[in-house]
Nanobody, 124 residues
Framework: QVQLVESGGGLVQAGGSLRVSCAASGRTFGYVAMGWFRQAPGKERDFVAAIRWRSGGTDYADSVKGRFTISRDNAKNTMYLQMNSLKPEDTAVYYC?????????????????WGQGTQVTVSS
């Protein structure tokens, strides 16, 4: 089992920045990647970004490319999402996820474990 705990969400004005974190614990050995997804009210849970644990390779949704940066600290088993130039449409619950297999890191099916989510609200 893997436990994921997000932190760092909150309220920010449009154009501002926020960093969310995800700490992983438990059986984290041998994982493939970690990712961030977000879900706005009444909408699907969408891919935001992912990072491969060994290579550090990253992938981003087009909507956040150039504004968000995903990173990880292997020693701390922690992943981060730095969000800059935030827009009201970035408002959502942000979930971190942990993948032990790769069916395509943009797909929820690749991820076995999920955090409880952290709310990010961007005011206009």
């Amino acid at each position: 089992q893997v436990q994921l705990v997000e932190s760092g969400g909150g309220l920010v004005q449009a154009g501002g920045s926020l960093r969310v974190s995800c700490a992983a614990s438990g059986r984290t050995f041998g994982y493939v990647a970690m990712g961030w997804f977000r879900q706005a009210p009444g909408k699907e849970r969408d891919f935001v970004a992912a990072i491969r644990w060994r290579s550090g390779g990253t992938d981003y949704a087009d909507s956040v490319k150039g504004r968000f940066t995903i990173s990880r600290d292997n020693a701390k088993n922690t992943m981060y999402l730095q969000m800059n130039s935030l827009k009201p449409e970035d408002t959502a619950v942000y979930y971190c996820a942990f993948a032990t297999q790769d069916y395509g890191l943009r797909f929820r099916s690749s991820y076995d474990y999920w955090g409880q989510g952290t709310q990010v609200t961007v005011s206009s």
